[in-house]
């Protein structure tokens, strides 16, 4: 991918959730869910109430710590936090910035909060793309928003040159059909389990195979789709080789003749939204960064990554801020977090 054996481009996260960095070793919900629909509810959907914008703040400097510290420099957002909406977005990013890391950022619209909540969402991302963010509009899914929530989407992303960020047929009970007529090339599709082979959809399909099975709503099999397909995370870290080998293990599982170069591709794919990741350097720890040896090898690491020229990662370590001091703030964050919950 560049002039060394032992460099690649900056790596991107085709779909994140930043908030979501805290959740980990949260309380456990109070009864086991069942399916797809009952961890929204009970996890996801309880977690996101709980957020205030200083909570925001720290999840999203973990988020970009743990991404810089995977070779990650650039990162899609995807963000919801229902009671505190307006300015999430710039908080997102400028936590981002702190750290170094560039992102894409999306508040996903929902009418789960009724008429005002759906209002309050479009209105961020109107203020953050206004304002001279980099951006596209985001939607929760189409099944928990109405048709005119979507179409009210379409519009404010069409206006701001923008694509639309949606969740898409992770799970059955997640329809798809409202979103015809509405999609265009630059909007951004993420999962699309549930969608069939000839769905009529424009834009990018977004394949987060870890997070598919943590969830159990089936396999994507991406390679049937037409469209592009980038490689995502949805929250469960940023770290991109990884979620490569499991794209690679996942694909195996159903066909063994697949090989690693196609899911080195869908790795590519998302510096459609970050074409400066090119120029992003990240030296490894190992020495032939190759398809078919990394799918076998773990325990690879930067040692140092480049972005705009500026070394943000040097002998492991972020050189703009102190990944100590991240690390115990996002902690004590945690803490307060749980006791919400
Ligand atoms: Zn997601």
């Not at 936090?81 to 750290?99: H, N, Q």
């Not at 701001?160 to 960020?165: E, L, P, Q, R, S």
């Not at 992770?170 to 769905?199: C, I, K, M, N």
């Not at 190759?290 to 076998?296: E, F, G, N």
Request: net charge negative; charged share 20%.
């Amino acid at each position: 991918m560049t002039a060394a054996d032992n460099q690649t481009f900056g790596l991107v996260c085709g779909h994140h959730h930043l908030y979501s960095s805290l959740a980990r070793g949260m309380p456990a919900p109070p009864r086991t869910p069942t399916g797809f629909q009952e961890i929204l509810e009970l996890v996801w959907w309880r977690l996101d109430c709980a957020l205030d914008l200083d909570l925001i703040e720290w999840s999203a400097k973990l988020g970009a710590l743990n991404a810089l510290e995977s070779g990650c420099t650039a990162i899609v957002d995807h963000h919801e936090s229902p009671k505190a909406i307006e300015g999430s977005l710039s908080v997102i990013a400028d936590a981002c910035a702190e750290v170094g890391v560039r992102v894409n950022c999306a508040y996903g619209v929902t009418d789960r909060h009724g008429p005002a909540g759906a209002a309050a969402g479009l209105a961020e991302n109107e203020r953050f793309l206004s304002s001279g963010g980099r951006g596209m509009v985001g939607i929760h899914a189409a099944f928990t928003c109405s048709d005119d929530t979507i179409a009210a989407a379409a519009d404010l992303a069409a206006r701001h040159g923008v694509g639309v960020h949606v969740h898409v047929a992770e799970g059955p009970a997640d329809t798809w059909q409202q979103l015809r007529g509405h999609t265009a090339d630059d909007w951004w599709l993420v999962h699309g389990v549930h969608l069939p082979d000839d769905h009529d959809l424009r834009g990018t399909i977004v394949h987060n195979p870890r997070s598919n099975m943590n969830n159990a709503v089936g396999y994507a099999q991406p390679r049937r789709f037409t469209n592009p397909v980038a490689l995502g995370t949805d929250g469960i870290g940023a770290d991109m080789l990884d979620e490569f080998r499991v794209a690679f293990v996942r694909a195996r599982e159903a066909d063994v003749t697949v090989t690693p170069d196609v899911m080195w591709d869908w790795l590519a794919t998302a510096r459609s939204v970050f074409p400066e990741t090119t120029g992003d350097i990240v030296t490894w720890t190992y020495d032939v960064m190759d398809p078919w040896r990394l799918a076998y090898t773990t325990q690879i690491a930067p040692t140092e990554v480049v972005i705009d020229g500026e070394v943000v990662l040097a002998d492991g370590r972020p050189t703009r801020v102190d990944g100590d001091e991240i690390k115990a703030k996002a902690a004590e964050a945690a803490t307060r977090l749980f006791a919400r919950l």
